[in-house]
């Protein structure tokens, strides 16, 4: 399929396709006349790519975990040989998210205090 197609199929921009393809992430066959045409399997490469992308995960790290996702979901599955640089990759990855998490949760708890204020009925002093 074309790159429209495998667009419209999974709902990802064509320009996000691209990126994928420049990230080293998706790997479709070019045609002589220069198109790019994609396999079957690319609608749930692009799905599992995009979960990854949501989920707040760098391309970086995206490269590194595809070859143990299967599924249509980015589901992670065991590869074959375990890699001490992919876990101290993860294990960075997670305390930086816990981080976030955490100053999120201070952030989002500050505007509730400052909502209540304001929403809060003014006093008839």
Do not use: F, K, W
Not at 14 to 19: F, H
Not at 21 to 38: M, S
Not at 45 to 54: A, C, H, P, S, Y
Not at 61 to 72: A, S, Y
Request: with cysteine; hydrophobic share 35%; charged share 30%.
């Amino acid at each position: 399929m074309r790159i429209g197609e495998l667009s419209r199929r999974t709902g990802v921009s064509t320009r996000a396709l691209r990126y994928y393809e420049g990230q080293d992430l998706l790997h479709p066959v070019r045609e002589a006349n220069g198109y790019r045409t994609y396999p079957e399997g690319s609608v749930d490469r692009v799905r599992q790519i995009r979960e990854l992308v949501l989920s707040g995960l760098p391309t970086r790290v995206i490269r590194n975990i595809l070859p143990c996702v299967r599924g249509p979901e980015a589901d992670p599955q065991p590869c074959a040989v375990p890699d001490v640089d992919m876990v101290a990759m993860l294990t960075a990855e997670l305390r930086e998210t816990e981080e976030r998490i955490h100053y999120l949760t201070l952030s989002r708890n500050a505007l509730r205090r400052y909502l209540a204020v304001l929403e809060a009925p003014a006093d008839p002093a």
